[in-house]
Structure formats: structure tokens, C-alpha cells
């Protein structure tokens, strides 16, 4: 199974971007799907995920208000539209999934799948 990322690019502070990542399985049924973000010598992070199942959705703190996840269950997309973009979110951003019910899922240890990553950079 692979997760194609795509959408990342350079964006001035206030900007937007939406990223995409696609499942080559379609038969594929993560539990959740999430984002997660790492920038130069940070540990990865999370950013936010959605549930299959309802389209639950949960950010971290410093995202509220700003990212959007959404999903297309039918082919396995997601989505992060990123609005009012600031310098600090400037990082390689990955797609994961994860098949397993029930736990953290804000945990990057727990997710079976992840993409290739996609750099997203934004200037001052």
C-alpha cells in the first residue's frame, strides 16, 4: 500500500494550501487518517486526523482554527487545507494511516501507512 502526498509549496505568511493524499489501495479501510508535520531538527508531529466512520476530526492546538481535514472515503483521499499560514508551520508534511480501533491516535507510533512527505514552506 502507498499513500501519495501532494500540494506542498513555498506560500507567503497569511497564505493558503491544500494538500492531498491518496490511498493505491482502494480496499484499504484505516480507521483514522491522519497529518503529521516535522521541521529541521523537530521530532514528527502531529497535526490532525479524521475517522472513516462519522468523519470525526481532531487538530492539534497550534492548527485550530487555521487547518481543515476532510475525506473522500470513496477512494481513499484526504485532505488538509491550511489557511493563515504562518512561518512556524513551515515543515515536510506526511500522510499516515492507521487501521487500528481504539487509542491515541495523536501517537505517530501507532500508524501503519504513511506517505512520502511533502515540503511546505512559508516566508515572512
Known amino acids: 500500500v502507498q499513500l501519495q502526498a501532494s500540494g506542498g509549496g513555498l506560500v507567503q505568511a497569511g497564505g493558503s494550501l491544500r494538500l492531498s493524499c491518496a490511498a493505491s489501495?482502494?480496499?484499504?479501510?484505516?480507521?483514522?487518517m491522519g497529518w503529521f508535520r516535522q521541521a529541521p531538527g523537530k521530532e514528527r508531529e502531529f497535526v490532525a486526523g479524521i475517522s472513516r466512520i462519522g468523519g470525526i476530526t481532531f487538530y492539534a492546538e497550534s492548527v485550530k482554527g487555521r487547518f481543515t481535514i476532510s475525506r473522500a472515503n470513496a477512494d481513499n483521499t484526504v485532505y488538509l487545507e491550511m489557511n493563515s499560514l504562518k512561518p512556524e508551520d513551515t515543515a515536510v508534511y506526511y500522510c499516515?494511516?492507521?487501521?487500528?480501533?481504539?487509542?491515541?491516535?495523536?501517537?505517530?507510533?501507532?500508524?501503519?501507512?504513511w506517505g512520502q512527505g511533502t515540503q511546505v514552506t512559508v516566508s515572512s
Open positions: 489501495q482502494r480496499t484499504l479501510s484505516p480507521v483514522v
Open positions: 499516515a494511516a492507521d487501521l487500528k480501533i481504539g487509542g491515541n491516535y495523536y501517537s505517530n507510533l501507532r500508524y501503519d501507512y
